[in-house]
């Protein structure tokens, strides 16, 4: 059971749910770096608990660097990234960013 409720922390996106304290997230945005895309992501909890972030798309990969998220696509085309910021209580907010290469 702990294992698939681990698993299902990785597999499955955030409930976002209108009650509770969820997180703000005040910026998602992308500049062009190269091949990759370089992500800023800006987020609050509004009681300044610790936020953990899920980041997901159809098609391409994320990395980190020194504390920067890059998002490099395998395809060209429209496509979406979603973005989940969690708090500690499981309380959700989430951002879809449009792209187009």
Do not use: H
């Amino acid at each position: 059971d702990f294992a698939k409720q681990v698993d299902t922390i990785f597999t499955d996106n955030p409930e976002v749910t209108e009650k509770g304290v969820k997180p703000e997230i005040n910026v998602f945005t992308f500049e062009k770096e190269n091949e990759a895309l370089k992500l800023k992501i800006e987020a609050k909890d509004p009681l300044d608990r610790p936020l953990w972030y899920k980041l997901s798309a159809d098609k391409g990969e994320f990395t980190s660097k020194d504390g920067v998220v890059y998002f490099v696509p395998d395809a060209e085309g429209k496509q979406e990234i979603s973005l989940y910021a969690v708090n500690e209580n499981g309380f959700a907010a989430s951002s879809v960013l449009e792209i187009s290469i």
